[in-house]
């Protein structure tokens, strides 16, 4: 198994950086904006009530293709580099950084396409040294159009004159390691059934991709078909964390793949709230510093990411000790406040707990939401 050096010292500094980046177009969709799906009857029977940890074949060609663009070597958010696995990508693949394809991606990374083309490749399977789409899906993403299709050509040849196949295979242990360690640590059933009883919202499946070689980038899109409804997430791996006991370690863990599942819930019920959020939250400047939220451009997406993160608190509050709880409390306030710009979300946070530790045993975090708006006029 390959090891991070310095046995994951520098993953304070992941933490930190480990962020939901989300561009504009994102953050303006429609809460209710689902993927239409195409799913089989072998897909539904094979995958209904399950959550699933992939590190895509596909994706991961795009993932080391983007790795060695000016970008990709520029950007230690978009692309980790403080690990081994990195490189050894940059070792293999480093040497083909003239190849037609890296130009090719350089231009749409420089356009802001990086989370739609690691997206994208989700709806890709590669069958008899060939990229084909999944019959499953259109397209994997948050639109119509596919920014995989006018590169196949050249993803395809990339493929075979780097003989990413062979680095792959080679490295399939690291990825099954790096696999179990999600599943074991993150407990994706657990949040999911809590969430569900929360919120209104229902899902058939979770599928949870990811790459060795995501840090900062995270992003999630719902998709439905002959009656089956999945939400895919695209999150970093569950690299260790240091200097917490394992149940404050497992929490900051769920805390990556939580932020981005309960965007699944939560962001449909804002959509009944959108003229009373925008009241409220209309005021950028009240409630966000510039930078990271930048890329949050409406009130409706700033308010679902002071959401979502105080949902996770809720989650956690229900799910952990009081120690434990306020040591993954006091992190994640600084990771809101400090580092990301939503300076006002120790003050949220705390008026949604006490909010809920009031609520009655009927109501639900949805039934709240005037509440909560309310409440966040006088913060």
């Known amino acids: 198994m390959i090891r991070l050096r310095s046995k994951y010292l520098l993953v304070a500094a992941r933490l930190a950086t480990c962020i939901l980046v989300m561009s504009l177009l994102q953050s303006c969709q429609p809460a209710f904006h689902v993927q239409k799906a ?58 083909f950084a003239q190849h037609a394809l890296i130009p090719a991606l350089e231009k749409r990374l420089r356009r802001g396409a990086y989370t739609r083309l690691k997206m994208n490749s989700c709806g890709y399977v590669w069958q008899h040294n060939r990229l084909h789409k999944d019959a499953n899906y259109d397209v994997v993403g948050w639109e119509n ?36 360690e999600q599943q074991e640590r993150v407990p994706v059933s657990k949040s999911w059934r809590w969430l569900e009883q929360q ?84 005021d950028r400047s009240k409630w966000t510093r510039a930078g990271d939220t930048d890329a ?38 600084k990771q809101l406040s400090n580092r990301r710009g939503f300076y006002r979300f120790a003050a949220f946070n705390a008026m949604l707990r006490t909010l809920y530790q009031r609520k009655k045993a009927s109501e639900t975090i949805a039934d709240l939401y005037p509440q909560i708006i309310a409440n966040c006029q006088h913060l």
């Open 296 to 333: 949050y451009g409406s009130a409706y997406a700033v308010f679902n990411e002071y959401m979502t993160w105080g949902v996770f608190m809720l989650y956690c509050h229900d799910q952990y000790t009081a120690a434990d709880f306020r040591l993954i409390n006091e992190r994640t306030e």
């Open 199 to 282: 919120f209104p919202a229902r899902y058939n499946a979770y599928r949870i991709t990811f790459s060795p070689l995501v840090n900062g980038s995270h992003s999630t899109a719902r998709f439905a078909g002959n009656g089956f409804n999945e939400t895919i997430m695209f999150i970093c791996p569950p690299f260790p964390i240091t200097g917490v006991n394992d149940a404050v370690q497992n929490g900051l863990l769920t805390r990556i793949i939580f932020t981005e599942i309960d965007h699944n819930y939560v962001n449909p019920v804002t959509e009944q709230y959108l003229r009373e959020i925008n009241d409220v939250f209309g």
């Open 38 to 95: 195409h799913y089989t009857p072998q897909y539904i029977a094979a995958h209904t009530g399950k959550a699933w940890v992939e590190v895509p074949i596909v994706q991961e060609l795009v993932h080391i293709a983007m790795a060695i663009t000016p970008t990709g070597l520029a950007d230690s958010n978009l692309v980790d580099h403080t690990t081994v696995y990195y490189q050894q990508v940059q070792r293999h693949f480093g040497p």
């Open 145 to 180: 159009e596919d920014y995989i299709a006018p590169l196949k050509p050249l993803l395809e040849n990339f493929a075979q004159v780097t003989h990413f196949h062979a680095f792959y295979q080679q490295h399939q242990s690291y990825y099954d390691s790096l696999m179990r």
